[in-house]
T-cell receptor, first 109, second 115 residues
């Protein structure tokens, strides 16, 4: 599985878009990019995943660069409840995902 | 909504005790997983199961065993608990459809303290 690199922490003002970057320069052609988040004292929660194309759901958007070496998770209107650790994972299948240390996102009121 | 439940949120056990952590999911998922989470180390996979009575070792299986007698239930067993097994334990499940494995749904976790 490809190794991913994320900044350890980020701040974002409430109501603004939160853009969380992830580098996965060693990703192979059949590996998906997954994003999960973990709110304090809860289990991780799936957000979104993609292979080549940009993806959007009710929680977030995922932008994957054309060379697939990096991606950005976008929370369009961050709220205080989005404060969490966000994990970017590159894996062939979700059943063997390996969680890294993630990015601790602080939403500032 | 998918629901993954774990038998306890908090558990305190003594060194040498046999410990059972239970996980139940209500969405008929084929796959179930046990992780532990420690500060600075993130989530690490202990064991997983693709089907009833099947199990596969994850990254850190030593000191643990698992049991899956029914599709909805996956148990993690600490045969002889030790203090280095003090941790947060998380269970997850997912389904597979047409060779594709979908996202994992996690339970709330069990914080185990071994004294």
């Amino acid at each position: 599985d490809a190794k991913t690199t994320q900044p350890p922490s980020m701040d974002c003002a409430e109501g603004r878009a939160a853009n969380l970057p992830c580098n996965h320069s060693t990703i192979s052609g059949n590996e998906y990019v997954y994003w999960y988040r973990q709110i304090h004292s809860q289990g991780p929660q799936y957000i979104i995943h993609g292979l080549k194309n940009n993806e959007t759901n009710e929680m977030a958007s995922l932008i994957i660069t054309e060379d697939r070496k990096s991606s950005t998770l976008i929370l369009p209107h961050a709220t205080l409840r989005d404060t969490a650790v966000y994990y970017c994972i590159a894996a062939i299948r979700d059943d063997k995902i390996i969680f890294g240390k993630g990015t601790r996102l602080h939403i500032l009121p | 909504d998918v629901k993954v439940t774990q038998s306890s949120r908090y558990l305190v056990k003594r060194t040498g005790e046999k410990v059972f952590l239970e996980c139940v999911q209500d969405m008929d998922h084929e796959n179930m997983f046990w992780y532990r989470q420690d500060p600075g180390l993130g989530l690490r996979l202990i064991y997983f199961s693709y089907d009833v009575k099947m199990k596969e070792k994850g990254d850190i299986p030593e000191g643990y065993s698992v049991s899956r007698e029914k599709k909805e239930r996956f148990s993690l067993i600490l045969e002889s608990a030790s203090t280095n097994q003090t941790s947060m334990y998380l269970c997850a499940s997912s389904f597979t459809w047409e060779q594709t494995t979908y996202e994992q749904y996690f339970g709330p976790g069990t914080r185990l303290t071994v004294t």
